[in-house]
């Protein structure tokens, strides 16, 4: 399992950003992450489609349009 997943969807400017963010401080503290397209599952979109990116770690939200690369790190290191 990913300790980090990233609901979003194509097309988001957001969401390429947050992605870049993830992909630099996972690969930083060697930690494995996925993507969840929100456009696949009514219910995701449902859910998240307003805040998008939304990010979890280790299963928990953590952020919402944003990703702070130093609070994702910190997140990471515990």
Known sequence: ???VTMYGKPGCHLCD???EVIRAVCAEVG???????????DRLFTQY???IPVTFVDGKQHDFWRVDPARLRKALMR
């Open 1 to 3: 399992m990913s300790r």
């Open 17 to 19: 950003d947050a992605r």
């Open 31 to 41: 930690a494995d992450w996925s993507e969840v397209d929100v456009t696949q599952d």
């Open 49 to 51: 489609g307003e805040q």
